[in-house]
């Protein structure tokens, strides 16, 4: 008998003829004496989403095949919108990883072909895509995506930094974790889960874990290409910090104090370029119309009497809360709105402060000029596009936390974190002196520097109220 006489190779190709011929019934019966190979129903499921035979989809989901997304792929780049469907419903991956970044090929193929329902249907299961999928696409779908304000790389970038928990019902479980980072237990619960959603971050957690009771930090598992705001939320690095400066004894001190932080990273970038409401650093302040530029006078100052210059403030910054929806940060923050920046400083009276105002509402807003000609200490400052990482903040060793960490006189506690990067409801961190934080129930709002680094406290009971009126300038570093 030669090769091509083998029973179980005449079946398979009575299979790739039936889909040509759409015939289920010769497919399904054909199948029978099909040898099953995983490669031989990997290209039958492919050359059946091609042609968008669900029925024929279907007697392979039925012996076990797991379609994946160059099936998806296939269906999109024919417009076989039924099928496109049926895969999306088995939860088939819409996107692929580009260059470190989620990207939907089936988007682009389906684009190229015109099948503009498609393209919806994908847009509407999370596709993404960049300024390249523009380019491939026909002009019809080109001009419904652009109709959708495409995000460039570098926006869905900032997008991925920004959230640690990347799967739906996720974020519930990573705040378990952060909350208790000393608890193994809830880690390898979230493990599991993990686990159980096929992410292969469930068997490196399983593995930190293990080696988390080590006194190695040879015995830590690589990341392999782990997001880092997920490895710092874990305290991959801080755990192994704490055994490579011999802080094993206050290990589980530390970690209950440590505490879900957004880190500030600022791109260059042009008032021009950035929409109303991005969050940001320098440039124009965005401001509802109802609301006056702030002056010397309305700032909260630091330890000095009460600022009365008419003079208007420099604008610092602005946050946009709606950045941080979903990180572990944000679940102590408004959902919404844009907190306002403002600080001012005299070189010839030394009179400084900050204005920090919150507007709830960020439909009216808009990009506004100084009321007059600014000092030279108050100037528009370059502008800067914010975007935000999470990771993990620990208090200064001689502050209200000092009994709690109990360390050693010789200690190198400091080299556990980042000192003085700026972060978003941190620990407070100056650059001089000692920890100022009246108490335990005074958090870190943030650090701005427009010429000296002004450190912002907020009352734990004040941002639950979300009233920022009672910032208060804890220290000012003039380094």
Not at 11 to 17: E, S, V
Not at 264 to 272: E, F, G, P, Q, R
Request: hydrophobic fraction near 40%; glycine fraction near 6%; charge should be negative.
């Amino acid at each position: 008998m030669s090769p091509t006489d083998d029973p179980a190779r005449v079946a398979f190709r009575r299979c790739l003829q039936a889909i040509d011929a759409i015939d289920h019934d010769e497919f399904r019966d054909a199948f029978k004496s099909c040898r099953q190979s995983s490669a031989n129903r990997g290209l039958l499921a492919y050359k059946a989403a091609e042609a968008g035979q669900v029925p024929m989809m279907e007697t392979l989901d039925s012996l076990g095949f797991v379609y994946d997304e160059p099936t998806l792929v296939a269906a999109a780049g024919k417009g076989h919108l039924e099928a496109v469907q049926w895969l999306l419903e088995r939860k088939v991956e819409v996107n692929r990883d580009e260059k470190g970044l989620p990207k939907s090929l089936a988007l682009e193929f389906a684009g190229k072909g015109g099948y503009l329902a498609v393209v919806k249907l994908l847009i509407d299961s999370g596709a993404q895509f960049d300024t390249s999928t523009l380019s491939a696409v026909n002009d019809e779908v080109r001009e419904f995506l652009k109709s959708l304000s495409p995000k460039t790389p570098l926006e869905r970038q900032r997008e991925m930094d920004r959230i640690a928990a990347r799967l739906p019902g996720e974020a519930e479980h990573l705040a378990a974790v952060v909350d208790n980072l000393h608890d193994h237990s809830l880690m390898l619960k979230y493990a599991e889960w993990l686990t159980s959603q096929k992410d292969p971050r469930g068997a490196f957690l399983k593995k930190f874990v293990a080696a988390c009771t080590s006194t190695k930090d040879s015995n830590f598992p690589k990341p392999r290409k782990l997001p880092q705001n997920w490895l710092n939320l874990m305290g991959y690095q801080l755990v192994q910090d704490i055994i490579e400066n011999d802080l094993v004894q206050q290990r589980e001190a530390i970690l209950r104090l440590a505490r879900p932080v957004a880190y500030l990273n600022a791109n260059k970038a042009t008032d021009a370029e950035l929409v109303v409401g991005t969050s940001k650093l320098g440039g124009l302040p965005d401001l509802p119309t109802d609301v006056a530029w702030p002056r010397g006078r309305d700032c909260t100052t630091s330890y000095q009497t009460d600022c009365e210059s008419e003079e208007p403030c420099g604008f610092v910054g602005q946050i946009n809360f709606a950045d941080l929806v979903g990180t572990q940060v944000g679940r102590r923050l408004p959902g919404s709105g844009l907190l306002s920046i403002f600080a001012f400083f005299d070189f010839n009276t030394c009179e400084d402060g900050v204005r920090v105002l919150y507007h709830p509402n960020v439909e009216d807003l808009k990009r506004t000029t100084p009321p007059s000609e600014l000092s030279e200490a108050n100037q528009t400052q370059p502008t800067k596009a914010l975007s935000f990482e999470e990771g993990l903040d620990l208090p200064w060793h001689n502050g209200p936390w000092a009994d709690d960490l109990a360390l050693p006189e010789s200690h190198d506690y400091s080299e556990l974190f980042r000192s003085y990067a700026p972060v978003l409801l941190g620990y407070f961190h100056g650059t001089t002196g000692g920890d100022v934080t009246p108490d335990k129930d005074w958090l870190h709002l943030l650090s701005v520097k427009p010429h000296v680094r002004f450190h912002l406290q907020i009352h734990k009971d004040d941002l639950e109220a979300r009233n920022f009126d009672n910032v208060k300038v804890i220290w000012i570093d003039y380094d």
